[in-house]
């Protein structure tokens, strides 16, 4: 079993920028689709982006798309590099792992995400 650990949320004004971290505590090695959701109180769970670690190949929501990066680091860390942030993405986030492929677009990517692993979460709060 994997065990996440998230970190680097926080508060920011609108427009500003945030890194996550995710650290498993075992080796991802090149066959994870890992990546991360978010739910904010009253709402449903959403996909934010994922990657997978075989091909790098990444997926995101359209919610995200040209704001936030994927990537992974020294072939375990996972990050979340959110820019241009807005009060709508004021959630939890949760770092996901699962030891399978994305599938090859971001629907199956968070289907695959839902059957792994998942971390406790950290708060973002954006502010207007």
């Known amino acids: 079993q994997v065990r996440l650990v998230e970190s680097g949320g926080g508060s920011v004004q609108a427009g500003g920028s945030l890194r996550l971290s995710c650290a498993p505590s075992?080796?991802?090695?090149?066959?994870?689709?890992v990546g991360w959701f978010r739910q904010a109180p009253g709402k449903e769970r959403e996909g934010v982006a994922a990657?997978?670690?075989?091909?790098?190949?990444t997926y995101y929501s359209d919610s995200v798309k040209g704001r936030f990066t994927i990537s992974q680091h020294n072939a375990n860390t996972l990050y979340l590099q959110m820019n241009s942030l807005k009060p709508e993405d004021t959630a939890m986030y949760y770092c996901?792992?699962?030891?399978?492929?994305?599938?090859?677009?971001?629907?199956?990517?968070?289907?695959?995400?839902?059957?792994?692993?998942w971390g406790q979460g950290t708060q973002v709060t954006v502010s207007s």
């Open positions: 996901a792992a699962a030891a399978e492929d994305c599938g090859g677009d971001y629907r199956l990517a968070q289907e695959s995400l839902d059957r792994g692993y």
């Open positions: 990657i997978y670690t075989g091909g790098r190949s």
């Open positions: 075992a080796y991802i090695v090149n066959t994870y689709c």
